[in-house]
């Protein structure tokens, strides 16, 4: 396992720090923090826990408008489609149309 240079960690903290910010104003907004990209809660399951993507693809780019609060399985999802192109505002606390899963059979 390579060793993570102090650099690269400056960046992660960085970027966790970015992210509580950005669920704190989700959580303000709506009520309760959502999936950016799906519109649901965070579940106990790893897949379903909440992370960050990069808007512009760039993870150099740790700025807050370049962040999107979503579950660990919708930004695979999402890394697997880069035609589609997300803005951090689209999101007005609807669901989106896109199945990520087609089962629904989640823990949390």
């Known amino acids: 396992m390579r060793r993570v240079s102090k650099k690269q960690k400056m960046r992660d903290a960085e970027w966790q720090s970015l992210g509580m910010v ?16 799906c519109g649901k809660l ?4 790893e897949y379903w826990r909440f992370g ?5 693809r760039n993870r150099r780019n740790n700025t ?9 399985v919708c ?4 890394t697997n489609h880069p035609l589609i192109e ?21 823990e949390g």
């Open 22 to 37: 950005r669920r704190k104003e989700l959580e303000g907004k709506f009520g309760y923090c959502v999936c950016e990209f």
């Open 42 to 45: 965070e579940g106990s399951h």
């Open 52 to 56: 960050g993507h990069h808007l512009d």
């Open 64 to 72: 807050y408008g370049n962040y999107y609060n979503v579950h660990n």
């Open 75 to 78: 930004h695979s999802w999402i």
């Open 86 to 106: 997300i803005k951090q505002d689209d999101f007005y606390g609807r669901v989106n149309n896109i199945n990520v899963f087609e089962s629904s059979n989640r």
